[in-house]
């Protein structure tokens, strides 16, 4: 289960990166092709591994995150065997979505970018295998979250693509 902390309602529409000018997807999640090394794209690798976490939430398919997250990005692993668990043990979410509301570039060395988003989650529904369900309360207050993204240039028969390669929860524990 990925719930993060709640104290009042969630905006009733998505709302959308303003920070850096940048609109959130709404297409499927997949992973994003490199055809340019700018900090645009890589905003929207993030916001394309958001869109995979919830799609993943909602569906119990973890493969569009899987694909998206370095297999050296510990916290995304643990993101993607957490849905892929919820789904095997017949917990369904409805609702619960994570977005992504502002975010703030803090660095970048040419090929990776470092970013600081804020999070918040919306009300939803857990329903657990025998029926019952539990409620995900709104998140009121923005969480943070560090993100380390990049191209990954390794050769795949798709070419190269974006990739999440390193997550830290700057604020998720209080």
């Known amino acids: 289960m990925m719930?993060?902390?709640?104290?009042?309602?969630?905006?009733?529409?998505?709302p959308t990166v303003t920070s850096l000018g940048y609109r959130q997807p709404t297409t499927a999640p997949t992973a994003l092709p490199v055809s340019t090394i700018t900090?645009?794209?890589?905003?929207?690798?993030v916001l394309a591994f958001f869109d995979a976490l919830n799609h993943g939430l909602q569906t119990g398919d973890a493969d569009p995150m899987r694909r998206m997250a370095a297999m050296s990005c510990g916290p995304c692993t643990e993101w993607v065997m957490r849905v892929q668990r919820q789904h095997d043990e017949g917990v369904r979410?409805?609702?619960?979505?994570?977005?992504?509301?502002?975010m703030v570039a803090l660095g970048e060395d040419g090929v990776d970018f470092l970013f600081r988003a804020s999070v918040l989650q919306e009300s939803g529904t857990?329903?657990?295998?025998?029926?019952?369900?539990r409620p995900i309360a709104a998140g009121g207050?923005?969480?943070?979250?560090?993100?380390?993204?990049?191209?990954?240039?390794?050769?795949?028969?798709?070419?190269?693509?974006?990739?999440?390669?390193t997550i830290t929860l700057t604020d998720l524990a209080k």
């Open 126 to 133: 857990l329903t657990g295998p025998d029926g019952t369900p």
């Open 3 to 14: 719930v993060l902390a709640a104290c009042s309602t969630a905006p009733t529409t998505p």
């Open 141 to 165: 207050k923005a969480e943070l979250i560090d993100l380390r993204v990049g191209p990954d240039l390794s050769v795949r028969a798709a070419g190269p693509q974006w990739m999440v390669k």
């Open 39 to 45: 900090r645009g794209a890589a905003v929207d690798a």
């Open 93 to 102: 979410q409805q609702g619960g979505r994570i977005y992504v509301v502002g």
